[in-house]
């Protein structure tokens, strides 16, 4: 399967990597996938790397859809902050369709081109609430 996930929970962190060739069909059976997974609970940060793509095999319309079929999956509407990494422009420029069409369901969200700063504003809300500021 082209997309695999790690769960860390002491991070509260959803790690999810696509690999190779990526079409609208693996995307959705990934979700399906992750609903029966214990370890997922509202409140996970998401990490989700793109830079192993070889082949984006998603129209504009395709990330539309996928946007709006994201409500039927819990774990993914919160409040918790979503990273996703891209390895070039065409990448960040459907990943910022992506993020658009689902800001009602997330936010914050962005994208990076870089695993080290997606991880570092990841960590940020993280690093703030141990510190005790707000």
Known sequence: MPLSYEIDEEQKLLTIIADDRLTYDDVIAHQKELLSEPRLKPGLRCLVDLTGIKTFAMSGRDMFRLAQVRG?????????????????????????????????????????????????WLLQEQIRNESGSL
């Open 72 to 120: 039927e999956y819990p774990y993914l509407a919160t409040n918790a902050r979503t990273a996703i990494v891209v390895k070039n422009g065409a990448m960040f420029a459907m990943a910022r369709m992506y993020a658009l069409s689902r800001r009602k369901y997330i936010e914050p969200m962005a994208i990076f081109y870089s695993l080290d700063e997606a991880r570092q």
